[in-house]
T-cell receptor
Framework: SQKIEQNSEALNIQEGKTATLTCNYTNYSPAYLQWYRQDPGRGPVFLLLIRENEKEKRKERLKVTFDTTLKQSLFHITASQPADSATYLC???????????????FGKGTKLSVKP | DGGITQSPKYLFRKEGQNVTLSCEQNLNHDAMYWYRQDPGQGLRLIYYSQIVNDFQKGDIAEGYSVSREKKESFPLTVTSAQKNPTAFYLCASLRRGGKLFFGSGTQLSVL
C-alpha cells in the first residue's frame, strides 16, 4: 500500500541545537515534496518545496533534502529557537501521476518542542 | 491583505442536522480545497474545485457536499450522513507553484 510516514510523532530538543525531521514514503514517485508548519488551532503554513531533481533547498535557518532513491526527505532547522516549536508536516505532490495540482498527500506531522 | 477566511471558528452540530462551513478567499486563486484533520492524523482531502461551477471528490467525500458558484467562495456542507463529523476542517487555495494557502480552520463538534 502507499504510505507516507514522518518518523517521530514528537521531537524535543534544546535551544540552539539543530532539529532534524524525517519524511519517508513508499510506492510513490512524487514530482515535488513540500514542508508546512502548523501551530495549534491554525492552518498549515507553507515553508519549502523541493523538486525531484533537486538534492537540497535552503531558506534562512531551514534546509530540506530529497533523496528519491531512499524515498526520503530530511527537514533541518539550525540554531533552533523556542519560537520554532510547532508541528511540521511533509506533503507529496503527485502531479506526474495526473493528479490535480495541489492535491497533496500529507504525513501525520512531527510535533517539535524547543526548550530554552 | 489577501487571505482565506473560514467561519465560524467553532461549530456544533446536533444529530441529524446539516451544517455549512464557510470559506471565502480574496486571493484570486482558481483552485480551492477542503481538508479534514483528526488528532494525530494527516490531512485528508474531502473535495476540491479547480474552477467555478466544477468540483471533484477527494478521498473522503461521503457525507459531505460542496458548491462553487463564485470564484471567491467554496462552502462545505457536512450532512447528517456523515456519522463521525467531529474534526478540524481546513480550506485552502492553490498558489503559484503548487503550494497551498490555508485558512485558519473550523473546529466542528457534535452535541
Amino acid at each position: 500500500s502507499q504510505k507516507i510516514e514522518q518518523n517521530s510523532e514528537a521531537l524535543n530538543i534544546q535551544e540552539g541545537k539543530t532539529a532534524t525531521l524525517t519524511c519517508n514514503y513508499t510506492n510513490y514517485s512524487p514530482a515535488y515534496l513540500q514542508w508546512y508548519r502548523q501551530d495549534p488551532g491554525r492552518g498549515p503554513v507553507f515553508l519549502l518545496l523541493i523538486r525531484e531533481n533537486e538534492k537540497e533547498k535552503r531558506k534562512e535557518r531551514l534546509k530540506v533534502t530529497f533523496d528519491t532513491t531512499l524515498k526520503q526527505s530530511l527537514f533541518h532547522i539550525t540554531a533552533s529557537q523556542p519560537a520554532d516549536s510547532a508541528t511540521y508536516l511533509c506533503a507529496l505532490d503527485l502531479m506526474n501521476y495526473g493528479g490535480s495540482q495541489g492535491n497533496l498527500i500529507f504525513g501525520k506531522g512531527t510535533k517539535l518542542s524547543v526548550k530554552p | 491583505d489577501g487571505g482565506i477566511t473560514q467561519s465560524p471558528k467553532y461549530l456544533f452540530r446536533k444529530e441529524g442536522q446539516n451544517v455549512t462551513l464557510s470559506c471565502e478567499q480574496n486571493l484570486n486563486h482558481d483552485a480551492m480545497y477542503w481538508y479534514r484533520q483528526d488528532p494525530g492524523q494527516g490531512l485528508r482531502l474531502i473535495y476540491y474545485s479547480q474552477i467555478v461551477n466544477d468540483f471533484q471528490k477527494g478521498d473522503i467525500a461521503e457525507g459531505y457536499s460542496v458548491s462553487r458558484e463564485k470564484k471567491e467562495s467554496f462552502p462545505l456542507t457536512v450532512t447528517s450522513a456523515q456519522k463521525n463529523p467531529t474534526a478540524f476542517y481546513l480550506c485552502a487555495s492553490l498558489r503559484r507553484g503548487g503550494k497551498l494557502f490555508f485558512g485558519s480552520g473550523t473546529q466542528l463538534s457534535v452535541l
